[in-house]
Every structure is written in structure tokens, then in C-alpha cells.
């Protein structure tokens, strides 16, 4: 996706939840992976925009959960009870130890 259709997307998605009571000016990248998906210059471009918090999902841990770019862990259709949801976290944990060492 080019830099304006992000912003035309970004805007228009604004536009339609911003009159819900509980809308929070966030993005997530659908499937989102910093460097293959999406890069850094479109993060700032859409804090330029306005949003607040913007979310990755390379599956893993915010150490510092008050930046503004924050990644999510990516849940599937296994993921069905809270143990299973919590054998993620441990997984993306284990990961980011591994490759930062």
C-alpha cells in the first residue's frame, strides 16, 4: 500500500469510528510486520495523522508498554481458553529472549 492510500485508508477508517463513545485514535496493521509489511516511515506518518498508539504484530514483548508504536501478539483460532492465550505469551516471551541474545 502506498503512503496515500494508507492515509486515504487511515482517514476514512477514523471517520467511521470516531463517532462511537469509545473510540481510541489507534491503528493496528492488519497482519503486520515491521520491514515487510509496513516501515518505519509510515509509523510516522500515521502518528502525523493523529493516531496516538500504532500496533505491529510480530509477536513480540513491549518492554516499555508507553511508546507509541507497541506490537501484539497474533492469536489464532487454537487460541481458544486463557491457558492457551497464555502458551502464546510464554512462546513470543522465549522468542524474544532467544533472538536478543
Not at 493523529?50 to 513480540?60: D, E, L, R
Not at 514483548?61 to 502458551?87: C, E, F, G, M, Q
Request: aromatic share 10%; hydrophobic share 35%.
Amino acid at each position: 500500500m502506498s503512503d496515500n492510500e494508507l492515509v486515504q485508508s487511515y482517514n476514512k477508517n477514523k471517520e467511521q469510528l470516531e463517532v462511537l463513545p469509545n473510540y481510541r485514535d489507534i491503528f493496528a496493521f492488519p497482519f503486520g510486520q515491521l520491514g515487510s509489511c509496513f516501515s518505519k516511515k509510515q509509523i510516522k506518518i500515521l502518528f502525523k495523522n493523529g493516531a496516538k498508539k500504532v500496533f505491529g504484530s510480530s509477536g513480540t514483548l513491549n518492554h516499555n508498554p508507553v511508546n507509541s508504536y507497541l506490537d501484539r501478539l497474533s492469536l489464532n483460532n487454537n487460541d481458544t481458553n486463557a491457558d492457551k492465550i497464555w502458551l502464546s505469551i510464554l512462546k513470543s516471551h522465549l522468542r524474544t529472549a532467544l533472538h536478543n541474545k
